[in-house]
């Protein structure tokens, strides 16, 4: 195990490569002696690193001829100076149809003599194994050669050379028919090299429905692969069909050793046939490796290295797991931050960590370190039964909904849509007590004008006197020498009077609305003022953004005001003219009058007929001023319209409606997880408001309707029909047949009744089951999985043990696949004791911790990290018990998991 890994890894491995041993090598080297060649071997490994190869093996036809011919030993040595492992092995054809070439691979130690003993036993004694031209077939079965070697007691892999081309077992000359099928049912072998990607070959072809199972004989578990079968390192030297080493090639998601190669077989998803290398996360998005800097020897000193997918800390109690996990999380966490967690509920803040200084290494250079506050990035840090905490109470525990809000927020664009929704709402309640208190202004003008009308007369009465007045002018008119052309002139006066009366009452009225106006116009500057303000303070910006949004909301003041003032100077309100029109029609109406004094000699009662006249006209003013006030009136009633109210509420209840349509496409979440969201109406808010200031001793249900209030007075809340439930209340109230407590009036409990009640809510549903009612340990599986879900967020994730609480049938068939599908998308990094979470979720990098007493380790808290297919037993050697053995088997000795996982274990990893 080196110093330094990352568990398993994407790297670029070519499995069937040749040397100059071959005899179609191209360009062979002098290879006479051994400065030649470790020359070639030099040259062999530069060129694999300039292809960033990572593992490489050698196949050559038959081995060699004779061991001291070998370059594999030079080879090797150049390799692990470079960090590159070479697995041994050779390319041989077994007499199975014309001759199917395979591929045998060994450990990367394995003793060399006995490989070539082995290939020696494959063909009859006396046969020259690397002729200069052709290759001999062995005398042996795919079967035969697999008995060979497991007569050996080697371990191997058997892979199926270039096998849709010549001498391959998917090509018809090589092998057809039912003895075709045989071979490649051979279970021995379970590795296939093709020219391609499996998944590339033409529609239709013998190989394209074989790749989409289409193919019932042949239908059977293979892993793909491509790899160069070079004849050459140099790129020039190019030569028909034959490639050089690393052109071709698979990305392997494995340690690079001879086990890690063996995971593809049972695992052919670590395989990938791509040119760019997969599942590549954003460099400051990963952490690489963290080392503990302790001047107290508590600490290794080693650094610990972390997969950019999946990584898991097992231990035995006390060990030191979650103690890693935290010094990750605070080495890395802004102070803010922090400070927000250590609030959590039960967090575990560890203390005696003076001399100890921590280093995160991020994917991108980027050091962050415990004691000092500079490169800080912000990661997701849950801590051990923070989930459950948060999901005991979900309805009083505010951090439920703080949880849900915070990973809503991370979703592209959700903030803006979302504050520009809560900036409606502040609106609509704003305009809703507008409506409110303008309403009541109305209301209390209609009273003065009632008032005033009151005051103007019995409008009855005076149109009683105008007829009686009209009559006795007529008699007075019959006893008068009027002649019929005087009766018609008079006619004419009275009626241009009558008609100079209504242009004044024209002009009047328009003086009144110049005037209304004009109070507008005086306001508007300091209301245009107020309005910028509250809008703008709903404007978020960071701190030195904040000259700038002062700046557009200055000048936008400046610039409304000034508009304002353009209008006005282009709209003069100028009452001066129209109350001059108005003396001028009462000139007028003065000079009509007196033209009917000539008329007035003619009566018989001279005295009489002037008083009658004035009279009539008298009345005849104040049933003018009555029907004036009386349309004054009406025009005021009409102001007065209760469904304003219902109207602004309405907007304000729709706009909560657009708060759950703005989180419906986070409903679904993964296969079988929702996401609630929900409007609810705060009842008890509402009774202590409103429902508790209706006079006393009345049943609410009886007053309104037992569809809106129980006989406990509790309102009953209902999205459908709560509008109907609020209209009905509100025309109750203006009927006038309530009576309200604590001198409560009429106006106050409108305003109550409009409030605001509402509030979003969350829950979470998995099948038919609510969050309310799932065990706690499910609870926090939930909200890990909405944790990994909603989130957009690709920072990495550490998480303390979010098995806690749950059986080991439950974490397999809730966590495993979810987790496996997420660790593509984001870093996580967990503690856990549970074995589904690290064996059946093919974590990529387990780190075991030890703490001195529960081992042989010098230093109180250890660390050693690495891939689960690293296996190794009983170093001897090792001064330490965390090296004394491979990962694999730390992971046997300290999980306890259910049976499942311990089969799925036997079946992926070869554990007996």
Request: net charge negative.
């Amino acid at each position: 195990m080196s110093a330094f890994n990352r568990g398993s890894e994407w790297r670029k491995w070519d499995l069937h490569c040749h040397t100059p041993l071959d005899h179609e090598w191209i360009n062979k080297p002098n290879l006479d002696t051994v400065e030649n060649k470790k020359i070639f071997a030099k040259e062999y490994i530069d060129f694999a690193k300039a292809q960033a190869l990572s593992v490489i093996a050698i196949t050559d036809h038959n081995f060699c001829s004779s061991i001291d011919n070998l370059l594999i030993p030079y080879i090797q040595k150049e390799a692990s100076d470079n960090g590159i492992t070479i697995l041994p092995g050779f390319e041989i054809t077994a007499k199975d149809g014309s001759g199917i070439h395979l591929l045998v691979l060994f450990k990367e130690k394995t003793d060399l003599s006995k490989i070539h003993e082995i290939v020696k036993a494959c063909f009859n004694p006396g046969t020259d194994l690397c002729p200069s031209s052709g290759v001999p077939i062995s005398d042996l079965s795919i079967s035969e050669i697999k008995n060979k070697v497991n007569s050996s007691k080697l371990d191997s892999i058997f892979i199926f050379a270039h096998a849709d081309s010549k001498s391959g077992v998917l090509d018809k000359k090589t092998i057809d028919g039912t003895r075709r099928v045989d071979e490649w049912n051979n279970k021995n072998v379970s590795i296939c090299q093709l020219s391609k990607a499996i998944d590339s070959f033409n529609n239709g072809t013998f190989l394209d429905h074989l790749s989409k199972g289409n193919v019932p004989l042949y239908k059977r578990d293979m892993t793909y692969i491509i790899a160069s079968d070079c004849r050459r390192i140099k790129i020039e030297n190019a030569a028909d069909g034959r490639f050089y080493l690393g052109q071709k090639f698979v990305w392997i998601k494995a340690e690079p050793t001879f086990e890690g190669l063996k995971q593809i077989i049972y695992e052919p998803e670590r395989v990938r046939i791509q040119e760019e290398k997969p599942e590549i996360k954003t460099d400051y998005e990963v952490i690489k490796s963290i080392k503990i800097i302790d001047t107290t020897d508590t600490f290794t000193n080693e650094k610990i290295g972390f997969s950019n997918n999946l990584n898991s800390i097992i231990g035995g109690k006390s060990s030191g797991k979650s103690l890693l996990l935290y010094l990750l999380a605070k080495t890395v966490l802004p102070i803010e931050k922090y400070k927000e967690i250590k609030g959590y509920k039960n967090f575990v803040e560890y203390d005696n960590l003076d001399g100890i200084d921590c280093e995160v290494e991020w994917e991108d250079g980027q050091i962050s370190k415990l004691l000092s506050s500079d490169n800080k990035r912000y990661i997701d840090y849950i801590p051990q039964m923070h989930l459950n905490n948060i999901a005991e109470d979900k309805e009083k525990n505010i951090t439920f909904k703080q949880t849900i809000d915070e990973l809503l927020h991370r979703q592209a664009d959700y903030t803006s849509s979302l504050h520009n929704l809560t900036s409606k709402i502040l609106e609509h309640k704003q305009s809703l007590n507008n409506e409110i208190d303008k309403y009541f202004d109305n209301e209390k003008e209609l009273y003065r004008l009632q008032g005033e009308l009151t005051l103007l007369g019995d409008k009855k009465a005076i149109e009683a006197s105008i007829i009686k007045y009209n009559q006795e002018l007529v008699a007075l008119k019959s006893k008068s020498t009027l002649t019929p052309e005087d009766e018609e002139n008079i006619k004419k006066i009275q009626d241009s009077i009558a008609e100079n009366n209504k242009e004044k009452t024209i002009k009047n009225n328009e003086v009144i609305l110049l005037e209304s106006i004009k109070k507008v116009f005086h306001m508007l500057d300091s209301k245009v003022i107020t309005f910028i303000d509250e809008e703008f303070s709903n404007v978020m910006a960071i701190e030195e953004n904040k000259s700038i949004l002062e700046e557009i909301k200055t000048n936008l003041s400046k610039n409304l005001i000034s508009s304002i003032e353009s209008f006005k100077l282009d709209n003069p309100l100028i009452t001066e003219t129209l109350i001059a029109t108005i003396s001028e029609i009462d000139e007028k109406i003065n000079q009509l009058t007196i033209s009917l004094e000539p008329f007035n000699e003619k009566f018989d009662d001279k005295k009489k007929f002037l008083d009658t006249q004035k009279k009539l006209a008298d009345e005849q003013e104040k049933l003018n001023k009555i029907l004036q006030k009386e349309k004054e009136i009406e025009s005021q009633k009409s102001t007065l319209v209760l469904d304003l109210f219902l109207t602004k509420y309405s907007e304000l209840f729709d706009t909560y409606k657009k708060i759950i349509e703005l989180n419906e496409p986070y409903k679904l979440i993964g296969k079988d997880l929702e996401l609630i969201t929900e409007i609810k109406f705060d009842t008890e808010k509402f009774y202590l408001n409103f429902s508790y200031y209706i006079a006393k001793n009345q049943s609410l249900d009886k007053i309104f309707d037992p569809t809106i209030y129980t006989v406990k007075n509790e309102f009953i809340y209902k999205s459908s029909d709560h509008i109907r439930k609020i209209k009905t209340i509100l025309i109750k109230l203006f009927e006038g047949s309530i009576s309200f407590n604590k001198n409560k009036i009429r106006k106050e409990m409108i305003t109550y009744l409009f409030d605001d009640y509402f509030k979003i809510t969350y829950d979470l549903k998995q099948g038919n089951d609510r969050l309310e009612h799932m065990s706690p340990g499910k609870k926090g599986i939930i909200l890990f999985q909405l944790f990994l879900e909603i989130s957009s967020s690709k920072i990495p994730i550490l998480i303390d043990q979010p098995e806690d609480n749950l059986d080991n049938r439950t974490v397999y068939d809730t966590l495993t696949e979810f987790i496996k599908n997420k660790k593509i998308d984001r870093q996580i990094i967990m503690v856990s004791h549970n074995s589904n979470l690290v064996v059946s979720t093919d974590s990529e990098n387990i780190i075991v911790a030890n703490q001195n007493g529960q081992g042989e380790s010098a230093i109180k808290f250890d660390y050693v990290n690495g891939a689960l297919e690293n296996t190794f037993k009983n170093r001897a050697e090792s001064i330490s018990v965390l090296k004394s053995q491979g990962i694999r088997e730390h992971v046997c000795d300290i999980l306890e998991g259910g049976e499942i996982a311990f089969k799925k274990r036997e079946q992926k990893y070869n554990i007996k």
